[in-house]
């Protein structure tokens, strides 16, 4: 039987369908300085993305806007604004099911307005990439950066990671689309990152080469029929599950939630191969950890430097997924810490949580700092944390009346 | 899709159940001149379904899947209530994906379609009531019209929340007492059509399920004219007969009642300019057809 590939041949926009371990691993990549919005544009551009939908929301716009532009030079199938982010997310479910790859961005409100949605994609198998560009939910009113709506979104059967840097950004979105659509996985992707912080501000990121692109989605691949008519339409079921108070029908249900989050726990082995492990550490033979994600991991590195002026080693774990959450490998990577310090950017400490309802000898954890509203984290005041965890004198932040 | 994409594999054949056998035999994918007619001589695109004795509900769906013009290329949209217990007995591929939220999803996928299938027709239609349509979905009904989105919008108007119980909707009559209107409705029935007109849409229609061949004319041109030129939309009236205390027997005579001159259901129909050179070419283009084969015949 003759087999053909599809790699190497062009799409729509004349790109070259590359295989996609060697466009991400080793194709050229080109140093190239953006802000985190642009970076988003220049990683869609590459994604070969059916149907976008957009609507403005700070602190995202300005990338959801960008992404117009890329379907006015003909990169994106379709593109238009939605009437607000449920709507926007419905729009990406329909299109999703009827067998695009799909694009969109939010923010804070945004996410919170679409949550209905989000689970319905997950339990809809629906591989859908939402970037969530972080950021207050509370009132008064706030635009400034925050991480709280991560702690919902990981209720929601969606595969959820946390990206530290530009660069963290532009490959997990075309990494993202791999690992969310493969057969035993075919989960959607919220993609998170600190407003502002990483949306806002210049990086050097290294491109690949904007003449490749991955190959295109195949709905076929799907674990749940594409509905499109190009299949057969069998019926269902006999009985919608919907009316029915009886065990079958609770079975199902509760099976098909099982099955949803143990599509995430395969996606393990997809996303370990692509980001190359869940989690990245440094130095964990440290008597003390910073663990964290997103943008604390980077100030985590800073109070890192600052201690090691000083004389006082500190080992770094950052996360990059919360779901499937790292369990094991945040049990081996602490397992010889005393002090595990979680700095976050929300009021709740969400990460702190979940570390403390897996990992062992809970007392080690210290929940904080915490900074929100959008406040900055100052590298002072992580190693205020970790010196007041020691039992160190700290005379590191002026004006504190201490 | 044609009928060759569901014939089954001749091995297979004896273990399929016999439902799909009888779709594959008899049901009406590709016909052309598929109608109300059908039912009875061919296989439905509706196994069974779900809805009490009697519903005019059931009627409706089956006038309306027995009339699309392109089944073996029509995705339907769905939403929450009595209609998403029925749709998993048909046999046209469709979503429900959550309650009010069916025109977004429709949207989505109409241009999902499109991207995927730039050479092929491929009609998407949203069925839903009028909760889902008026109250909790308006936005996103709307919306979908003021984009010019190129699908049908039907909305199931039982005039209440039937599938929760009876309470009151936008569709209601004003004074009718129900669940959530305790001293009777207080404000009008929302007059849909109207707004729909002002918002784009190129052909509406209200009226009930009573006739079979004129649910077919209307369902037909709403799929045809949404197909080529922008959004459609039919409201038809589905009495809920357990909310109105009316027994299993009584629908019919209700929409009847319901259709006289004067009354809410009365016939009405607008068709935009657009949308009535479309049907004339189409009514031409039929009638020549018909000349062609009789003069064939001859």
Redesign the interface.
């Known amino acids: 039987m003759d087999t053909t590939s599809i790699i190497g041949t062009k799409n729509r926009k004349e790109q070259i369908i590359t295989d996609p371990r060697v466009m991400m691993n080793d194709a050229p990549r080109t140093p190239s300085f953006f802000t985190g919005s642009e970076v988003i544009k220049e990683a869609v551009r590459r994604a070969n993305v ?2 976008m ?1 957009a609507y403005p929301i700070t602190p995202q716009s300005e990338a959801a806007a960008l992404c117009g532009e890329l379907f006015a030079e003909g990169y994106i ?2 593109y ?1 604004r ?3 982010e ?3 997310m ?11 790859r ?1 694009f969109t961005t939010t923010a804070g409100p945004g996410t919170l307005r679409a949550m ?2 989000f689970p ?1 994609w997950a339990g ?1 198998r629906l591989p859908i990439q939402c970037i969530v560009t972080c950021r207050g939910i509370n009132s008064p009113l706030s635009i400034q950066p925050d991480t709280i709506e991560i702690a919902y979104l990981m209720q929601t059967g969606m595969l959820v990671w946390h990206a530290e840097t530009a660069q963290d950004f532009y490959d997990w979105i075309l990494k993202g689309y791999m690992v969310s659509e493969e057969p035993d996985v075919h989960l959607p992707l919220a993609l998170c990152c600190d407003g502002f912080f990483v949306t806002h501000t210049k990086d050097t990121v290294d491109l690949t080469p904007v003449e490749m692109c991955l190959p295109p989605y195949d709905p076929y691949r799907s674990p749940v ?1 594409c ?14 599950f ?2 029915k108070s009886n065990y079958i029908s609770y079975a199902t249900h509760a099976s098909w939630q099982q099955e949803v989050w143990a599509a995430a726990e395969r996606s393990r082995k997809h996303t370990i191969a692509w980001l190359d492990g869940l989690i990245e550490t440094e130095n964990v033979d440290a008597d003390i950890l910073i663990v964290a994600s997103g943008t604390a991991v980077s100030q985590g590195r800073e109070a890192i430097r600052l201690l090691a002026d000083e004389g006082i080693r500190v080992g770094l774990v950052k996360i990059k997924t919360l779901r499937p959450w790292p369990e094991e490998e945040l049990r081996e990577a602490t397992k010889r810490a005393s002090h595990i310090i979680v700095p976050e950017f929300n009021v709740i400490g969400w990460l702190a949580r979940e570390l403390k309802a897996t990992l062992p000898r809970t007392e080690r954890i210290i929940a904080g700092p915490r900074v929100c509203g959008g406040m900055t984290m100052p590298p002072e005041i992580i190693v205020e944390g970790i010196k007041k965890a020691l039992g160190m004198r700290s005379g590191v932040l002026a004006g504190r009346g201490s | 899709m044609s009928k060759e994409r569901i014939t089954i594999s001749p091995d297979l054949y004896d273990i399929m159940p016999p439902d799909y056998q009888d779709l594959v035999k008899h049901a009406t994918y590709g016909k052309e001149d598929r109608g109300w007619k059908d039912i009875g001589t061919s296989k439905e695109l509706l196994e069974q379904h779900s809805l009490c004795a009697g519903c005019p509900e059931s009627m409706a769906f089956r006038y309306i899947l027995a009339a699309l013009p392109n089944p073996e290329d029509t995705v339907m949209v769905g939403s929450t209530g009595c209609t998403s217990l029925v749709f998993p007995h048909v046999a046209i591929h469709n979503i429900h994906s959550l309650f009010g939220n069916q025109n977004a999803v429709a949207s989505g996928l109409k241009r999902a379609l499109t991207v995927r299938f730039p050479n092929r027709i491929k009609d998407v239609v949203v069925l839903a009531g009028d909760g889902a349509t008026v109250d909790i979905g308006l936005d996103m009904t709307l919306q979908a019209w003021f984009r010019q989105e190129k699908f049908t919008t039907i909305c199931f108007d039982n005039e209440l929340y039937a599938n929760t119980g009876g309470q009151e909707s936008g569709l209601m009559q004003k004074g009718f007492v129900a669940k959530m209107a305790p001293v009777g409705k207080l404000f009008d029935k929302v007059r849909l059509p109207e707004i729909a007109r002002e918002s784009g849409c190129h052909y509406i229609v209200n009226c009930t399920v009573s006739k079979p061949s004129l649910v077919e004319r209307v369902v037909r041109n709403a799929v045809l004219i949404a197909r080529e030129i922008g959004p459609t939309y039919l409201q038809l009236y589905t009495p809920c007969i357990l909310e109105i205390g009316k027994d299993s027997q009584e629908g019919l005579q209700e929409m009847r009642d319901a259709e006289k001159p004067n009354e809410r259901f009365a016939f009405k129909e607008y068709v935009s300019e657009p949308a009535k050179a479309l049907l004339a070419d189409l009514a031409a283009k039929a009638k020549d057809k018909k000349a062609a084969a009789k003069q064939l015949v001859s």
């Open positions: 059916d149907v939908v199938g379709d238009f939605g009437e607000s449920f709507a926007v419905s729009q990406c479910a329909g299109a999703a099911f009827g067998g695009a799909v209905e949605n319905m809809a029929p509905m499109d008519m190009e299949c057969p339409p069998v019926r269902m079921m006999r009985d919608p919907v009316m």
